[in-house]
């Protein structure tokens, strides 16, 4: 239940803070201004992108609307299945969940994704993808930890247990 709940707030989080930093965005800029910058570094530069993370593949909203779609359903069922995980791991699938529904968000209502964080060097992007890229870092990261783990204390996981370890 913990792990469910570590999901859901974390889900939560993002996409408030996506919807909160993408308004902000729309009510202080026009699409192709840039707005704000931090030296060389950082610059807030307000773009309209019908593609994926970080403007790939554009024009392909109908494709990542059911991208979107299908990993939601994916975390949905298995925060349902599974009872217990790590922190990480439940903060790790809401970040990505979150990152997909701030995302699909824009996709449904406007056809587009506001984008706006500019590094200079990295294509312009939002809140959600940050959140989609350290989610799926976090989850890479746990799974490695874990396998390493399992590796050095001789533990083989079976898949021919059952859910109470038995087999």
């Known amino acids: 239940m ?3 709940a570590i999901l859901l707030l974390t889900a939560a989080l ?6 909160w930093t993408k308004a902000w965005v729309r009510a202080h800029a026009v699409p192709g201004e840039t707005f704000w910058h931090w030296g060389r570094v950082v610059a807030f530069t307000y773009v309209l992108n ?32 599974r009872h217990h995980w790590a922190v990480s791991t439940a903060i790790g699938f809401g970040l990505l969940a979150g ?8 996709r449904l209502g406007a056809g587009e994704v506001v984008d706006f ?21 976090l989850l890479v990261f746990e799974a490695w930890r874990r396998d390493s783990g399992d590796a050095r204390s001789g533990n083989t996981r079976s898949t021919s247990h059952n859910r109470r370890g038995a087999g």
């Open 117 to 137: 964080i500019n590094l200079h060097w990295w294509p312009v992007f939002n809140v959600a993808d940050s959140a989609i890229v350290v989610g799926m870092v």
């Open 99 to 106: 990152g997909a529904i701030g995302n699909l968000w824009d």
């Open 14 to 19: 993002v996409v408030a803070l996506d919807r």
């Open 50 to 81: 019908r593609g994926a993370a970080f403007g790939l593949f554009p024009n392909g909203t109908a494709l990542f609307v059911v991208v979107a779609i299908g990993l939601l359903a994916a975390v949905v069922y298995l925060g349902a299945t």
């Open 2 to 4: 913990r792990s469910r």
